[in-house]
């Protein structure tokens, strides 16, 4: 089944070879595609590689983490609270351990559940640890150019123990398919 978003170019792996915090507003607006599901990203957190106590990457290179330490632009996914896969996007160089984690969904092709928070987008577009690793930039689980959006909202991530005052998190202003309100600050990009 092709769709309008078949059209759209891939996102190249030198948008992803960029420092997390720039990367995670950038994919706002983007689409994700996994098979037959299209949908827009409208809330993305940034993490910080070994230096951020909330990244997984902060006790340094394991055997879960070893994809954070490979080429950017490749799937993260992870299983939380042994039910619940989470999808991250690997940035910066090689061998620099940055992700954005993807935390909600505005569903555009092919999804009948919510996808607003991370477990939940995961489950509507039947991503899970089979796509760890998986290179996003071919292929049929990929991130597609889209407009760009031009006022997004900044604020502390959410569901962390540690560094959760960091303006981190990032998500279109507005949007209702946002998994919970971003406060404090909104600006135009």
Known sequence: ?????????IL???????????VAPDLLGMVLVHGKC??????????????????HAAKGLT??????????GHAYVYLIYGMYHCLNIVTEPE???GCVLIRALEPLVG?????????KLTRAMGITRAQNGVDLTQGE??????AATKKIAVGPRVGIRTAVDWPL????????????????STYTT
């Open 169 to 184: 998190r990032f998500a279109i202003a507005g949007n209702r398919y946002v998994s919970k309100p971003v406060l404090p």
């Open 63 to 72: 055997p879960r983490t070893r994809v954070l330490y490979g080429p950017p």
């Open 1 to 9: 089944m092709r769709t309008d978003h078949d059209q759209l170019p």
């Open 12 to 22: 190249p792996r030198r948008f992803y070879m960029r420092p997390a915090a720039e």
């Open 38 to 55: 299209a949908a827009r990203i409208v809330e993305t957190e940034a993490y910080l590689g070994e230096r951020d106590p909330a990244a």
């Open 111 to 119: 999804l009948d559940l919510n996808a607003s928070g991370p477990g």
């Open 95 to 97: 061998g620099s351990p």
């Open 141 to 146: 689980f990929t991130v597609r150019r889209a």
